[in-house]
């Protein structure tokens, strides 16, 4: 069974700093996603990993993907608090079949 | 382009009573899966359809039911409702096609059993 981790779960963090999100995967995946969900509503893709060594960036967010090591990892950059919602990493291991499991979540609060 | 559509948005219903949501993906897209999201167990599968096909069901009971029209369109059916399937629910739409497999969420329905 595919278990998807993230730490931490929660994080508070003041504007300016930076940080990064970690999130590990039990078994063999070349599919890694991460969104973003504000309260209330629903899930926003950020980023889509579909090998090892891959990065990509968007503004502050760098999503980087060890498929070697089952481990990708979400960095912020002098955090806005525009940034604070929670963010989920997915593993597709199935090719689609199986869905997306999703780790827990990490809830992200940046303060001014 | 529009979006992943979910309707209703909001339902309350009762224990024993079923309930249908639908979902419209994105145009083109032919795989639609539905996810659950509780406070106490997260995002959790429920199945895909494409073309048409249930590819795969996650671990849950029979009440849990679904099925996909020929323009792609999914509804999703839960009956004999519980208390504790009050969650939202997460249609998620993609292409499938090799190594287009991003997903992208509706805005959800948000079901209250009392």
């Known amino acids: 069974e595919l278990k998807v981790e993230q730490n931490p779960l929660f994080l508070s963090m003041q504007e300016g700093k930076n940080y990064t999100i970690y999130c590990n995967y039990s078994?063999?995946?070349?599919?890694l996603y991460w969104y973003r969900q504000d309260p209330g509503k629903s899930l926003e893709s950020l980023f889509v990993?579909?090998?090892?060594?891959a990065v990509k960036q968007e503004g502050r967010l760098m999503a980087s993907l060890d498929t070697k090591a089952r481990l990708s990892t979400l960095h912020i950059t002098a955090a806005v608090h525009d940034l604070s919602a929670t963010y989920f990493c997915a593993v597709d291991s199935g090719g689609g079949a199986d869905g997306l499991t999703f780790g827990k979540g990490t809830h992200l609060i940046i303060q001014p | 382009k529009a979006g992943v559509t979910q309707t209703p948005r909001y339902l309350i219903k009762t224990r024993g009573q079923q309930v249908t949501l639908s979902c419209s993906p994105i145009s083109g897209h032919r795989s639609v899966s539905w996810y659950q999201q509780t406070p106490g167990q997260g995002l959790q599968f429920l199945f895909e359809y494409f073309s048409e096909t249930q590819r795969n069901k996650g671990n849950f009971p029979g009440r849990f039911s679904g099925r996909q029209f020929s323009n792609s369109r999914s509804e999703m059916n839960v009956s004999t409702l519980e208390l504790g399937d009050s969650a939202l629910y997460l249609c998620?739409?993609?292409?499938?096609?090799?190594?287009?497999?991003?997903?992208?969420f509706g805005q959800g329905t948000r079901l209250t059993v009392v």
């Open positions: 990993l579909l090998s090892n060594g």
């Open positions: 078994t063999t995946s070349d599919r």
């Open positions: 998620a739409s993609s292409p499938r096609t090799g190594w287009d497999t991003e997903a992208f």
